[in-house]
């Protein structure tokens, strides 16, 4: 599992990922975030390779965030709090056949099936 705090338009969430992870992965800064569907229930996130399907969930207590200062300082300042949370868990992009399309007009259209990880997480 791993969470990290991701800022939209100057709006801060707690996202926590679940499913098979490769830590020093994420570790690296170059990583691009794409999100998805932010305001549905079932938003997308793709971070690389890896893609997840998430939902809104209550956090136990409250999360609170805080700001370093200063690379090389001790000092931190208060960011924000929450209690709610996008719990994300990784999910397997596989190619699927659309026959309907391929039945009416004679072409074949790719669509994209989600597969859950099956990890124990």
């Not at 939209?8 to 998805?36: N, P, R, W």
């Not at 659309?98 to 099956?118: I, K």
Request: with cysteine; hydrophobic share 35%; charged share 25%.
């Amino acid at each position: 599992m791993l969470s990290f705090l991701i800022a939209i338009m100057e709006h801060l969430m707690l996202v926590e990922l679940t499913g098979v992870l490769d830590y020093q992965y994420f570790a690296k800064s170059d990583k691009v975030c794409k999100l998805l569907g932010i305001g549905t229930e079932n938003p997308v996130l793709q971070i690389g390779n890896y893609v997840f399907k998430g939902e809104y969930k209550k956090t136990v207590g409250t999360a609170v965030f805080f700001e370093q200062e200063k690379d090389d300082s001790k000092d931190w300042s208060y960011k924000c709090c929450t209690n709610k949370m996008l719990e994300m868990r990784r999910v397997f992009l596989q190619p699927k056949e659309n026959v309907t399309d391929e039945q009416e007009t004679g072409s074949q259209t790719t669509s994209m099936d989600v597969t859950e990880a099956e990890d124990g997480t």
